[in-house]
């Protein structure tokens, strides 16, 4: 079956570096990616979104980059901040349709 | 303030009982979903509805069932059927499905639930 996978756990890193969450998926006809970040006990929240037409899209401090040819979803939080410690997953869907399949999800640790 | 609250936070229920889960959003969203999340897991889908009355089943959907009588509303009633309860239950809406709309889903703050 399709699925979406994350290659790291979980990822540490130091305040104020920027930090970068690898995200791979096997279905070729993907066309739409969310990043969500879900802090411990809550639900996840929408970080930012791409479409298959796009190879970059940028928000506030963070970066989505698509890789259709190798099938490959990255975010980039700029001067990662304590705040950023949650676990963070990709997620996609096809077609417009009405159902996201999420990864695993990557604990990213901020260190002070 | 608008958004989707789901209660109970915390369930305890022992085997062979059914328990209902409620989700309550005031975002005037037609789609509202149910996922299930196991530690170390993503999220895994249990059963959507796009309109009022009508729904589908997900990836997992055996042991659940699911109503949607109103717009607000989208209860999930996890069955004594239902093999490995224990789990943390997410319910989310979005505006027309994801079809059409900007993909973001909504979630609640999820329900923990713990069978004894």
């Known amino acids: 079956g399709e699925s979406v996978g994350l290659h790291l756990p979980t990822l540490s890193v130091q305040e104020g570096d920027n930090s970068i969450i690898n995200c791979a998926y096997s279905?070729?006809?993907?066309?739409?990616f969310i990043w969500y970040k879900q802090e411990s006990g809550k639900g996840p929240q929408f970080i930012i979104d791409i479409r298959s037409n796009m190879d970059k899209r940028q928000g506030q401090r963070v970066t989505v980059l698509l890789n259709k040819t190798v099938k490959h979803l990255s975010l980039q939080i700029a001067a990662t901040q304590p705040g950023d410690s949650a676990v963070y997953f990709c997620a996609e869907t096809t077609g417009g349709g009405n159902k996201l399949t999420f990864g695993t999800g990557t604990q990213l640790k901020v260190e002070l | 303030d608008g958004g989707i609250t789901q209660s109970p936070k915390y369930l305890f229920r022992k085997e062979g009982q059914n328990v209902t889960l409620s989700c309550e959003q005031n975002?005037?969203?037609?789609?509202m979903y149910w996922y299930r999340q196991d530690p170390g897991q993503g999220l895994r889908l249990i059963y959507y509805?796009?309109?009022?009355?009508?729904?589908q089943k997900g990836d997992i959907a055996e042991g659940y069932s699911v109503s949607r009588e109103k717009k607000e509303s989208f209860p999930l009633t996890v069955t004594s059927a239902q093999k490995n309860p224990t789990a943390f239950y997410l319910c989310?809406?979005?505006?027309?499905?994801?079809?059409?709309?900007?993909?973001?889903?909504?979630f609640g703050e999820g329900s923990r639930l713990t069978v004894l």
């Open positions: 279905n070729s006809a993907s066309d739409y």
């Open positions: 509805s796009q309109i009022v009355n009508d729904f």
């Open positions: 989310a809406s979005s505006i027309l499905g994801l079809a059409g709309g900007s993909g973001e889903l909504f």
């Open positions: 975002l005037n969203h037609d789609a």
